[in-house]
């Protein structure tokens, strides 16, 4: 599982190969469908029924995609549904280890097992490739349902809506369309944006990335200030998509990546929204700011070689935020 480059295992929910100096990110490998009643989602086999106490979710509080699905089993009123192991912090030679010795990280609560990469290997000896967060886990039928967390974030938006009783809809059929559009632009300019920045080895390739992101940060100010959420005065997935961007920029990408022109604070619509979904009930509890700053600044070497973990800026985020 995952593989040796140049004798660092390459084992991340980033993919640190580049093409002229660019970030390029990896792709996904499992791809099923929890539904209400078994069958086959858009990808992927049917047979992953939703049922209470089923599925495991493994994560990484530093990871964004990672924090979405523990937003999503949050608002959807999913914790006593869907169990939680968080890997730790330091992503090193081995990538994602279930190493417990940090405040947060749970160890392997499932099988008790040592790195990430064997969960994959449980489901599928055979497979090769690169080991990313979140996975999503069948107890019952032992294998991975999805390790892609947009998908991921869909099945908890609805499927257990019969046995949680929690019919709030993230992903609404009449505004799918212009959602698409609006994740389309924010994940290739801001989520994703943010790496290939700070991951670019090249000025060309910096300078391609951090002009539109903070082109598109300015949009979304803009945004914002004439209506309260992304898609108007409805909370949707495009908002909590952008929002795990958004409560990272100030402490990690800011400095670490090199993004740098504004911080998130200097945005007055921008850093009211991230406050707002900040004191969203149960959010708060899914961001580990100590996971966060420590993955970045200690596992990533080529970027701060030194190791040394910043003190960084100390921001309120349940402050006021004088939204509507």
């Not at 700011?289 to 420590?294: A, G, Y």
Request: hydrophobic share 35%; glycine share 8%.
């Amino acid at each position: 599982m995952g593989q040796l480059v140049d004798g660092v295992w390459q084992d991340t929910w980033y993919d640190t190969k580049t093409s002229g100096g660019a970030f390029v990110r990896s792709t996904t490998a499992f791809r099923n469908w929890i539904t209400p009643d078994g069958s086959a989602g858009p990808s992927g086999s049917e047979g992953f029924t939703a049922q209470s106490g089923r599925y495991h979710l493994y994560v990484s509080h530093a990871c964004p995609w990672a924090h979405r699905t523990m937003i999503f089993r949050a608002i959807k009123g999913l914790s006593d549904h869907i169990s939680v192991s968080v890997v730790h912090p330091d992503m090193l030679s081995d990538g994602w280890t279930f190493a417990s010795d940090f405040d947060g990280a749970t160890g392997d609560t499932l099988f008790d097992l040592p790195f990430a990469r064997d969960i994959y290997l449980k489901a599928d000896p055979t497979i090769s490739g690169r080991v990313t967060v979140p996975i999503l886990w069948d107890k019952q039928r032992g294998t991975i349902v999805s390790n892609e967390s947009e998908e991921i974030i869909r099945m908890f938006n609805s499927a257990f809506d019969g046995i949680t009783g929690n019919t709030d809809d993230y992903w609404p059929s009449d505004l799918r369309d212009a959602i698409q559009q609006v994740n389309a632009r924010i994940y290739n300019t801001v989520n994703n944006g943010v790496y290939k920045a700070g991951f670019a080895t090249t000025q060309s390739a910096y300078d391609a990335a951090v002009g539109p992101l903070f082109d598109s940060l300015e949009w979304l100010e803009q945004r914002l200030s004439t209506q309260r959420y992304l898609m108007g005065d409805r909370l949707t997935e495009a908002d909590w998509r952008l929002w795990t961007t958004l409560i990272r920029f100030d402490a990690v990408y800011h400095l670490h990546f090199k993004c740098n022109r504004k911080r998130i604070i200097d945005y007055p619509n921008l850093m009211g929204f991230t406050r707002e979904l900040f004191q969203w009930d149960g959010v708060a509890a899914t961001v580990n700011m100590d996971h966060i700053v420590r993955h970045y600044h200690y596992s990533h070497d080529t970027i701060n070689p030194s190791r040394i973990i910043p003190i960084n800026p100390v921001i309120d985020f349940n402050a006021p935020h004088f939204r509507g």
